[in-house]
Each structure stands twice: as structure tokens, then as C-alpha cells.
């Protein structure tokens, strides 16, 4: 089993549409936990932290779940700017070191 | 502007030469990551180092190699050992590796061709 695992995709959404991506991670100590955002052959970058409380950035949304150990990211209202690969992030066994799925992809059209 | 810097953007290189891929930080950042990324696949961690003058092996970290003399630098050579080269290089930093909620800060990447 992969340390992170995510769905692929695509997501084809319409403009305007909520979406939701899940991840799923295999180590139950993992501690520390992101979405990041990559666009086509860009670096990564950071979209959110996740917080076990959860926590929300004006249409990004994410939650931790522990007993089912998976993350979620909810997209409210999509543009067609958040098109792009969203990769999940957890740490290993230690805080150091740090494993991403391989991201899914999400197109938002007209 | 603080930031990573990653040079050069493209690299080509014939089968069998060594490479150093070149990672500078200010960022003041303790802990260095380096990745490879294939065509439609994930990040892959190589190396990181949390501290000067230390570094681990990540998943894939055959054919590869590090050094962290310096705080600022994280210079990454892949050696003709490495049989499938050719890829997309990230180096990543972050401050305070033992901190669970520091996110990891990307340069933007060298991509490696090996012909």
C-alpha cells in the first residue's frame, strides 16, 4: 500500500461546481499534513496546511480525518484559474520527512 | 526576496557523465529536500538534510548523491549510476524540520535530459 494515495482523475467540473479530492495515508503517527497545487510543469505550491480542527481559506476548505486516516480538500464556486493538479502531503515516520501522492488533476470548464 | 533558487531551469547531459544540480536558499531554512518528479507520476523524495554537514537517504536515493556544507546549499549529482535519469528536479526547504506544521517551499526546478 502507498504511504499517500490519491484519485487521479480527472475532475471535469463546471464553472462554479464544489468539488471534493480525498487522500488517504497509510501511517496512523503521521502528523503534519498540506495541499499544494502544481500547474503543468511548474513547481508545487502550497495551498493549505490541514489542522486537526480543520481550517478554511475563503473557497478551499480542508479537513483531517484521523480514525479513517484521510485528508479532504473542498474547492466551493470553481474557476477555471483552480485547474491544476492538487497534490496531498503527510509526513512519514518522522517530521522530516515529508511523502506526496500523485496528485489529481482537476480541468474546470465553461 | 527571499526564495530558492535552482540552476540551470534545463540541463542535457550524455549517458554516463556525472551532473550537479545546483539548490540555493536564504530563506534561513534548516531542513533541504530534494525530489524527482516522472511524467504523470508524484514526487519522489532523494535525499534531505535537516542539518548542516547531515543528510538521509529518502526512497530513491540510488544513483544519487548530497552534501550540506553550508546552511544555504543542497547541491544534488546524479551519477552515471543512476539509470533512469532523465526527469524534473525539485529542491524543497523548509524551517524547523522537527516542526510539524511547517510546509515545504519549492524552487522551480531543473529539468534533466540524458541522451
Known amino acids: 500500500r502507498k504511504e499517500v494515495e490519491q484519485d487521479p482523475g480527472p475532475f471535469n467540473v463546471p464553472e462554479g461546481a464544489t468539488v471534493a479530492f480525498n487522500c488517504t495515508y497509510s501511517?496512523?503517527?503521521?502528523?503534519?499534513f498540506f495541499w499544494y497545487r502544481q500547474d503543468c510543469r511548474k513547481e508545487p505550491k502550497l495551498l493549505m496546511s490541514v489542522y486537526s480542527s480543520g481550517n478554511e481559506d475563503g473557497r478551499f476548505t480542508a479537513q483531517l480525518n484521523r480514525a479513517s486516516q484521510y485528508i479532504s480538500l473542498l474547492i466551493r464556486d470553481s474557476k477555471l484559474s483552480d485547474s491544476a493538479t492538487y497534490l496531498c502531503v503527510a509526513n512519514g515516520g518522522t517530521a522530516s520527512k515529508l511523502t506526496f501522492g500523485t496528485g489529481t488533476r482537476l480541468q474546470v470548464t465553461l | 526576496d527571499g526564495g530558492i533558487t535552482q540552476s540551470p531551469k534545463y540541463l542535457f547531459r550524455k549517458e554516463g557523465q556525472n551532473v550537479t544540480l545546483s539548490c540555493e536558499q536564504n530563506l534561513n531554512h534548516d531542513a533541504m529536500y530534494w525530489y524527482r518528479q516522472d511524467p504523470g507520476q508524484g514526487l519522489r523524495l532523494i535525499y534531505y538534510?535537516?542539518?548542516?554537514?547531515?543528510?538521509q537517504k529518502g526512497d530513491i536515493a540510488e544513483g544519487y548523491s548530497v552534501s550540506r556544507e553550508k546552511k544555504e546549499s543542497f547541491p544534488l549529482t546524479v551519477t552515471s549510476a543512476q539509470k533512469n535519469p532523465t526527469a524534473f528536479y525539485l529542491c524543497?526547504?523548509?524551517?524547523?524540520?522537527?516542526?510539524?506544521?511547517?510546509?515545504?517551499?519549492f524552487g522551480n526546478g531543473t529539468r534533466l535530459t540524458v541522451t
Open positions: 501511517n496512523s503517527a503521521s502528523q503534519s
Open positions: 524543497a526547504s523548509r524551517t524547523g524540520s522537527r516542526s510539524y506544521n511547517s510546509p515545504l517551499h
Open positions: 538534510s535537516q542539518i548542516v554537514n547531515d543528510f
